[in-house]
C-alpha cells in the first residue's frame, strides 16, 4: 500500500503541474473552437486529479490504521 501511496503521491504532483500549464496557457488562448481541446485535457486532468486525491486519502487513512 505504501508504494501505490507514493505512486499516487507523484502522480497527484504531475497532474497539478500540468493543470496549472493549462491553466495559464488558456488564459491567453483565444476563446474559440482551437482552445477546445485544451479545455477538455483541462477538465479530463480535474477529473483524474479528484480521482487520485481520493483515492490517496482512502491510503492514507488505512495505512494509519495500520500503524
Not at 488558456?26 to 481520493?54: G, K, Y
Amino acid at each position: 500500500a505504501e508504494s501505490r501511496h507514493k505512486e499516487l503521491e507523484d502522480r497527484i504532483v504531475a497532474l497539478e503541474t500540468r493543470q496549472r500549464e493549462l491553466a495559464a496557457i488558456l488564459e491567453s488562448a483565444p476563446n474559440d473552437s482551437s482552445s477546445f481541446p485544451l479545455h477538455r485535457e483541462l477538465a479530463d486532468v480535474t477529473d483524474e486529479l479528484e480521482q487520485a486525491n481520493a483515492e490517496w486519502e482512502q491510503l492514507a487513512g488505512s495505512l494509519t490504521a495500520t500503524v
